[in-house]
């Protein structure tokens, strides 16, 4: 199955590649995260040579954050992680960022909630979106979830994707696939 896109309609989105979930000493490392880093540096490399925007997701955590939830509240679920200021919270160095990239500091799973990623999008005519980075089943799935209700197509790049548990990023392709995206291999793509 080959996937033709437009790079000026297209960006690809790396969703929290950050030392405090790909590196051993993060708070939330999983040694998928850290799998998926090669990968995703080769299609961020791809992606970049073909003129496709490439936009940057950094989960963001100030400290008092949760301090007044009513019920969510991330640091009683997965304990502090990312604090804001924090080596967690930066992406990591295989990934650098460059100044053509956009990057986005989000503060829970989904990288359009209160954050101006659809605004971004929407200024520049871009309509497909290409996911890749971790976690499967937390961040990407609710930042692609989020995108295909916002009217964009998202394709999850699953040799690109970060995780748990294998079956966290089985379940998530599925549930993409069936209710609101699509779902690829890098060697899918082509940028036309």
Not at 1 to 20: F, H, K, Y
Not at 51 to 57: D, L, P
Not at 64 to 93: I, K, M, N, P, T
Request: with cysteine; aromatic share 10%.
């Amino acid at each position: 199955m080959s996937i033709e896109l437009d790079p000026t309609r297209t960006a690809l989105v790396v969703v929290d590649m950050q030392n405090g979930f790909c590196h051993p000493d993060g708070a939330l490392y999983a040694p998928g995260s850290e799998d998926a880093i090669d990968p995703v540096s080769d299609l961020v490399d791809w992606a970049a040579d073909a003129g496709v925007s490439v936009v940057y997701t950094r989960d963001v955590h100030p400290p008092d954050q949760f301090e007044d939830a009513h019920y969510y509240d991330e640091f009683d679920r997965w304990g502090e992680h990312v604090l804001e200021g924090s080596w967690e919270a930066e992406v990591v160095e295989k990934l650098p960022v460059e100044d053509a990239d956009h990057v986005v500091e989000k503060h829970t799973y989904d990288a359009f909630q209160k954050t101006e990623l659809e605004g971004w999008l929407n200024a520049r005519g871009i309509k497909d979106l290409v996911f890749c980075g971790t976690l499967a089943n937390v961040c990407v799935l609710h930042s692609a979830g989020s995108a295909g209700l916002r009217d964009f197509r998202p394709i999850l790049v699953e040799d690109c994707i970060g995780y748990i548990e294998k079956d966290h990023r089985e379940y998530a392709l599925e549930h993409a696939d069936w209710l609101f995206g699509e779902v690829a291999t890098s060697d899918d793509l082509e940028f036309a």
